[in-house]
Each structure stands twice: as structure tokens, then as C-alpha cells.
């Protein structure tokens, strides 16, 4: 992958896991479900983590200007935790079937365009994310299950879906 190319891919996801990391804590100080609270906050701690491990990957030569490329993966990113979820099933939903599989494909992509050697210390990284991820998900869907029917939780993502369809990692 050109250097250029891997600095774009990994302030894009300094800025996304930041800046949900950020949101989610915003989530679990106004939840009233003291289990979903504490999941949003973990969850939130640890995409923090994970910015701060993306960001240490980034190259730190001033001619890639790698601060600069911690931008916002695509537009409507900004805006997804403010006024679109108003309660705890539909917090959880979009975390879980918006987020998640975005973040998940996004990097599998990525890791798949790696090269072995070059960028070993990203794909190890990438990786650790991926884990981490499904761990996530795991967690959140028994806490959702519990909160929602399927069928309720299949609409509210279809309708989400649609609503944020533009979001891309």
C-alpha cells in the first residue's frame, strides 16, 4: 500500500474510533439502564484505545502532513449520535448493525490490502481491532436481545440503515 494511501486509512480511523469513543461516553452519562451504561462505557474506553494505537501507527514524516489526514471517514459521521438515537434499544442498534459492521468490513478491506512485511505492525493492530470488535458486538447483542424483539430490532435497522446508508470507513 502507497504511504500516502496507509496515513489517509489510519487517521480515518484515529478520527472515527475517537470521536465515537467520545459520543458513546456522552450515551452512557444520560443512560438510565445502568447495564447498557456500563457496556456503553467500556465500549467507549476501549475505542479510545484503539485510536491512540492507530494514531501511534501513523508516520510521523511533516511531509505527509499526518495530522492533518485525521479526518472524518465520510460525511454524516459528525452528526450520527446527535438526535438520531433517543433511546436505549435504538442506541444499541445503531452501535450494532451501523457501526459495528461498517467498522468490521472496513477493516477487513484493510487488512487485505496490507502488504506482509511493510505494514506488519498494522495488520497485528488491525487485527487486535477486528477481535475486539466481535467481542463488542457479542456483548451488545445479548444486551439488546434482552431490550428488543427481533422484528423490532430488524426495523429499527432497516429504518437506520437507510438513514445513515452514506456512512463509510
Known amino acids: 500500500m502507497m504511504i500516502e494511501d ?9 478520527w472515527l474510533q475517537r470521536h465515537l469513543g467520545e459520543s458513546l461516553r456522552f450515551w452512557s452519562d444520560g443512560e438510565d439502564d445502568g ?7 467500556e465500549v ?22 499526518a495530522a492533518e489526514r485525521v479526518r472524518a471517514p465520510s460525511p454524516g459521521w459528525e452528526e450520527l449520535f446527535r438526535g438520531t438515537a433517543t433511546g436505549t434499544s435504538d442506541r444499541l442498534v445503531i452501535l450494532l448493525h451501523v457501526v459495528l459492521p461498517r467498522m468490521r468490513a472496513s ?4 487488512a487485505g490490502q496490507l502488504g506482509d512485511v511493510a505494514e506488519a505492525a498494522e495488520a497485528r493492530f488491525c487485527a487486535t481491532v477486528a477481535q475486539d470488535l466481535g467481542t463488542i458486538e457479542e456483548r451488545g447483542r445479548e444486551l439488546l436481545d434482552v431490550r428488543a424483539t427481533a ?16 456512512l463509510s470507513c
Open 107 to 110: 477493516l477487513e478491506r484493510f
Open 44 to 65: 467507549a474506553r476501549r475505542f479510545v484505545e484503539h485510536s491512540a494505537g492507530w494514531e501511534a501507527l501513523l508516520a510521523d514524516s511533516p511531509a505527509l502532513g
Open 151 to 166: 422484528p423490532s430490532q430488524r426495523r429499527m435497522s432497516a429504518t437506520l440503515g437507510r438513514r445513515l446508508a452514506e
Open 35 to 41: 447495564a447498557v451504561a456500563v457496556y456503553l462505557h
Open 6 to 14: 496507509l496515513t489517509d486509512a489510519l487517521g480515518r480511523y484515529v
